[in-house]
């Protein structure tokens, strides 16, 4: 059985940092498709990152509005999934989500919808103030 466990989560000021982590049981990273998605209350569940090894490349996918401020990676060894916030803005706020796909690889055109992925983890809140 498969078992998603986020934490880093927190209360941070506008500009501040935050790692989240995500480790996994009864799963092996290394193989499939992971992701970060976030919810804001009122709004749907957003994908924000996502991740797959393609042989010896390592592939990654941001939404816009963190690209570059964001950092997802893995620690195969710890089989744990992170999302490194740095530069964190109010519209950042919401509850965030890791996931796991069943394919091996993300999709560049559907990594961001939540079908891709079949194992969620039950959430972590940022929180974040002007």
């Known amino acids: 059985q498969v078992q998603l466990v986020e934490s880093g989560g927190g209360s941070v000021q506008a500009g501040g940092s935050l790692r989240l982590s995500c480790a996994a049981s009864?799963?092996?990273?290394?193989?499939?498709?992971m992701g970060w998605f976030r919810q804001a209350p009122g709004k749907e569940r957003e994908g924000v990152a996502s991740?797959?090894?393609?042989?010896?490349?390592?592939?990654?996918f941001y939404t816009d509005s963190v690209n570059g401020r964001f950092t997802i990676s893995q620690d195969n060894a710890k089989n744990t999934l992170y999302l490194q916030m740095n530069s964190l803005k109010p519209e950042d706020t919401g509850m965030y989500y890791c996931?796991?796909?069943?394919?091996?690889?993300?999709?560049?055109?559907?990594?961001?919808?939540?079908?891709?992925?079949?194992?969620w983890g039950q959430g972590t809140q940022v929180t974040v103030s002007s």
């Open positions: 996931a796991a796909g069943p394919r091996l690889h993300c999709p560049a055109d559907r990594w961001q919808a939540p079908s891709t992925y079949n194992n």
């Open positions: 009864g799963y092996t990273y290394s193989n499939y498709c």
């Open positions: 991740i797959y090894n393609g042989g010896s490349t390592t592939y990654r």
